[in-house]
């Protein structure tokens, strides 16, 4: 098909039309992350996950998914 953006090579346009909606994801999964101080869990400088039950289930939720498409759009581009 002439025009549909199949391809995601580097010289493609394609490329650059879906790039911009990538960078907002890993920018808002990599303040999620932050955020949470998941690197102290991570690298156990904090021994115990705490929730902060003020906030709403749906907004944790989606942040969670952030990080996971962070290192989801990270893993795929690591892998080019």
């Given amino acids: 098909m002439r025009g549909s953006c199949t391809s995601i090579r580097a010289d493609s346009p394609c490329f650059f039309q879906k790039r911009p909606d990538h960078q907002s994801l890993v920018a808002e999964g990599l303040y ?4 949470e101080r998941i690197p102290c869990y991570l ?3 904090d021994e115990f996950v705490f929730f902060d039950f003020s906030t709403p ?5 989606i942040e969670y998914m952030l990080i996971m498409c962070l290192f989801m759009i990270l893993g795929t581009f690591s892998s080019r």
């Fill in 43 to 45: 690298f156990l400088i």
């Fill in 32 to 35: 999620s992350f932050i955020r």
């Fill in 57 to 61: 289930l749906l907004i944790l939720i």
